[in-house]
């Protein structure tokens, strides 16, 4: 029995991490070779995605008791991703004010071939990227956020229909998303062997030197997701939600080690989903509505590091940004990580917008992109527990209420 409960998924991927770094360290040349490994994993998780988001949120709106239960659970979701990403950017901007990292260091030099192509911040593109043209092209490009609008209208729409049709579709998409959640706990079973793969991978691939180098930075970015992951989201579940969230995360930990593995927060999409109803005791509706649209636009940890990485730029460029210029990286990051996509990497291209605002160049994203593996791997699992986090306390508001 003991040894059963040792041997458990979750606790094979603590040691994949390690033994994985290991590897990557040590073995250079295999851990590039098996990096294939970790792809053919990475990719069985993918492809459950788009079926798990048009299925999952379809059910969620259709199981709702009404309009006003779909009203109550959005405005509370919306409420919580907004209200958690600016904490998270002004605790990004305190931590750093207090330890200034880069001050009077004017390091690195640009390099001459850095190729980066400039996001524009464009309200009208920005709210257009949200509504699809073509429901199939989006479905086949993979773009999530198109989706989510399509799937939650047609959910909404399929509230105004026949209820024997309606339960038609339901079943339908119910027994898409069961079938998908069995494959889930399939792939999540491949889970050690996919982590060890991707670290020792990515161990391999990115030199650890920057590390050392950029030490203030990386240690800045860390100390604050550390707090926004341990004391402000577990205070805001506590205060407002009533149940011990480290407690919780014990339960759901398999998502977050997996977001941290994969950086990317769509692919640990199906593993959420499924530890939040399984283990976290997060309802179908509620885990359905809430996780894939928070990993689309709810990024605390993106929006954290955004803020301290600009400011960081500017410190190191020996540029001074005053009040009105930290505000509107305050906006625009906000914004910018709500855009960002769930992949790898993400948050780095978006933060070319934040950079614009202030008149920073553009390529100076080049001083900071040696760690940004590294970086990304723990704020995609901030990300990710911030979504989890944010799934069970609505499950408790709604019980309450
Ligand atoms: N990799 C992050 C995610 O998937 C996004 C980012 O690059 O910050 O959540």
Redesign the pocket.
């Known amino acids: 029995m003991a040894t059963k409960k040792l041997f458990t998924v979750e606790n094979l991927t603590i040691v994949a991490i390690f033994a994985g770094i290991a590897y990557g360290y040590f073995l250079h040349d295999f851990a590039l070779a098996t990096k294939v490994v970790g792809d053919i994993y990475l990719q069985l998780l993918k492809m459950l995605i788009i079926p798990l988001v048009f299925a999952s949120i379809y059910i969620a709106i259709t199981s709702l008791s009404g309009k006003d239960e779909l009203k109550s659970i959005g405005i509370k979701a919306f409420a919580y991703y907004l209200s958690t990403t600016a904490l998270a950017v002004i605790l990004g901007l305190v931590v750093f004010n207090i330890f200034n990292p880069g001050n009077g260091e004017h390091l690195l030099q640009l390099p001459q071939e850095i190729n980066i192509t400039k996001k524009e911040l464009s309200i009208s593109d920005f709210l257009l990227s949200f509504i699809p043209a073509n429901i199939f092209e989006a479905l086949s490009k993979g773009a999530i956020l198109p989706i989510i609008f399509f799937t939650i209208f047609f959910a909404v729409g399929s509230l105004f229909i026949e209820a024997k049709k309606r339960s038609l579709l339901y079943n339908f998409f119910d027994s898409v998303n069961d079938a998908m959640m069995v494959l889930a706990k399939w792939v999540i079973s491949l889970t050690p062997i996919g982590v060890f793969a991707l670290i020792g991978a990515t161990v391999a691939k990115n030199d650890l030197e920057p590390l050392f180098e950029l030490y203030s930075y990386v240690l800045t970015v860390l100390l604050a997701l550390f707090i926004h992951a341990v004391i402000t989201l577990p205070a805001i579940a506590y205060i407002f939600g009533g149940f011990n969230p480290y407690r919780y995360f014990l339960q759901i930990k398999e998502a977050p080690l997996i977001?941290f593995s994969t950086?990317?927060?769509?692919a640990t999409l199906p593993v959420s989903l499924e530890v939040a109803e399984e283990k976290g005791g997060v309802s179908k509706k509620v885990a359905g509505f809430v996780l894939p649209l928070g990993?689309t636009i709810n990024?605390d940890?993106?929006a954290l590091?955004e803020s301290i990485a600009v400011m960081f730029i500017a410190n190191i460029s020996g540029v001074e940004l005053t009040i009105a210029q930290q505000i509107t990286i305050f906006i625009t990051v906000t914004f910018a990580?709500i855009g960002?996509?769930?992949?790898?990497?993400?948050?780095?291209i978006m933060m070319t917008m934040v950079l614009d605002s202030v008149g920073l160049p553009v390529e100076s994203i080049a001083l900071i992109i040696a760690v940004d593996r590294f970086l990304?791997m723990f704020?995609?699992s901030i990300?990710?527990w911030g979504d989890l986090l944010g799934a069970k306390l609505i499950e408790q508001l709604l019980r309450r209420s």
């Open positions: 977001a950086a990317s927060s769509s990993a990024m940890g993106t590091y990580s960002a996509a769930g992949i790898p990497g993400a948050g780095l990304d704020r995609t990300n990710n």
